[in-house]
């Protein structure tokens, strides 16, 4: 499979930070630097993971990579000039609503503080946040699952509420993108989310089944416009701390489910007692029109996508 290459020129960064590189982001951001010409490519990247790469580095990054093993919920200890820097680095526990969780994100970013201000010339960050922070609509509300969200959002907006005095403080340029919910290939190999469960699910035993709300509305931005929309941010005249980086098309959960069930030939399973739901929806247009980006590839498009078995999709 071949990725989009949008018109980007990267060309002005140094040398690019990212953290976090194992993940869906980071996977998809790697790909569309990748997808680059040789021309257009940083001078320069970092790449940050907790336990090495696991996945093979394209070859026309080998030369001006370098992969660094690093727990950042402690000290970050980098001996590296950076000119940017996308912070992807998420808190490594198994339940993100979890009070351990929290902790850990904040040691993260206080951590990232204090690197910063080491230099001399401080570079410019991308923090990637959550979508949750510019508010999600409970469906058939549970007092303990929204008491669980609410924390975690607040976790989130003091995040960004720090890195904001830091940047005010220490004198670096800051963009925060509040990310919500994508598709596209390497989320296959990521649990925890809908899209993936049931492609999963559906290809290993044609039986769906769904354990949340049905009415639970979500949207599905690719992984080719997600990261092109964080890079061009990432090189914009304008740092912008309020983007909203998702799609805005709206699909519900049955409507996902009943999709890939017809695709798939798979039969569908409703739990009687579903785990609450809620909408969770950007307004992006702001940013759309801000950084010049479009959606691009619909939800149901990305769906076909994924469903190609790994082996053909990368001939």
């Given at each position: 499979?071949?990725?989009?290459?949008?018109?980007?020129?990267?060309?002005?960064?140094?040398?690019?930070?990212?953290?976090?590189?194992?993940?869906?982001?980071?996977?998809?951001?790697?790909?569309?630097?990748?997808?680059?010409?040789?021309?257009?490519?940083?001078?320069?990247?970092?790449?940050?993971?907790?336990?090495?790469?696991?996945?093979?580095?394209?070859?026309?990054?080998?030369?001006?990579?370098?992969?660094?093993?690093?727990?950042?919920?402690?000290?970050?200890?980098?001996?590296?000039?950076?000119?940017?820097?996308?912070?992807?680095?998420?808190?490594?526990?198994?339940?993100?609503?979890?009070?351990?969780?929290?902790?850990?994100?904040?040691?993260?970013?206080?951590?990232?503080?204090?690197?910063?201000?080491?230099?001399?010339?401080?570079?410019?960050?991308?923090?990637?946040?959550?979508?949750?922070?510019?508010?999600?609509?409970?469906?058939?509300?549970?007092?303990?699952?929204?008491?669980?969200?609410?924390?975690?959002?607040?976790?989130?907006?003091?995040?960004?509420?720090?890195?904001?005095?830091?940047?005010?403080?220490?004198?670096?340029?800051?963009?925060?993108?509040?990310?919500?919910?994508?598709?596209?290939?390497?989320?296959?190999?990521?649990?925890?989310?809908?899209?993936?469960?049931?492609?999963?699910?559906?290809?290993?035993?044609?039986?769906?089944?769904?354990?949340?709300?049905?009415?639970?509305?979500?949207?599905?931005?690719?992984?080719?416009?997600?990261?092109?929309?964080?890079?061009?941010?990432?090189?914009s005249q304008n740092a912008f701390t309020d983007l909203q980086i998702g799609s805005s098309q709206p699909v519900t959960i049955r409507?996902?489910?009943?999709?890939?069930?017809e695709s798939t030939s798979s039969e569908l399973n409703y739990a009687s007692d579903p785990i609450p739901g809620d909408i969770y929806?950007?307004?992006?247009?702001?940013?759309?029109?801000?950084?010049?980006?479009?959606?691009?590839k619909g939800w149901k498009t990305a769906v076909l996508e994924m469903l190609i078995p790994e082996n053909e999709g990368h001939q």
């Open positions: 499979m071949h990725t989009i290459c949008f018109m980007l020129d990267l060309s002005a960064i140094n040398s690019l930070l990212i953290t976090g590189t194992n993940g869906f982001v980071g996977r998809s951001l790697i790909d569309q630097i990748a997808s680059l010409s040789r021309d257009s490519l940083p001078g320069r990247l970092i790449l940050l993971t907790r336990h090495g790469l696991e996945f093979d580095l394209p070859a026309n990054l080998w030369e001006i990579s370098t992969v660094l093993e690093r727990d950042l919920t402690k000290d970050w200890m980098l001996n590296q000039e950076v000119s940017h820097l996308i912070n992807l680095a998420a808190d490594g526990s198994k339940s993100p609503y979890s009070p351990e969780a929290s902790k850990n994100f904040s040691s993260i970013v206080n951590n990232l503080v204090s690197w910063i201000s080491t230099f001399q010339d401080p570079p410019r960050v991308f923090h990637a946040s959550s979508g949750a922070c510019s508010g999600y609509i409970p469906i058939n509300v549970d007092k303990e699952f929204s008491n669980l969200k609410n924390n975690f959002v607040q976790n989130r907006l003091q995040a960004e509420l720090d890195l904001k005095r830091a940047s005010e403080n220490i004198g670096f340029e800051l963009s925060i993108g509040r990310l919500f919910s994508f598709s596209g290939t390497h989320l296959i190999s990521k649990n925890h989310y809908a899209i993936s469960n049931f492609i999963n699910a559906a290809k290993k035993s044609r039986l769906i089944n769904v354990t949340g709300d049905p009415n639970t509305v979500r949207s599905y931005l690719h992984q080719e416009s997600l990261a092109n929309w964080l890079l061009t941010s990432l090189v409507e996902l489910a009943e999709f890939i069930a929806l950007p307004d992006n247009q702001e940013t759309q029109d801000r950084l010049g980006v479009i959606e691009g």
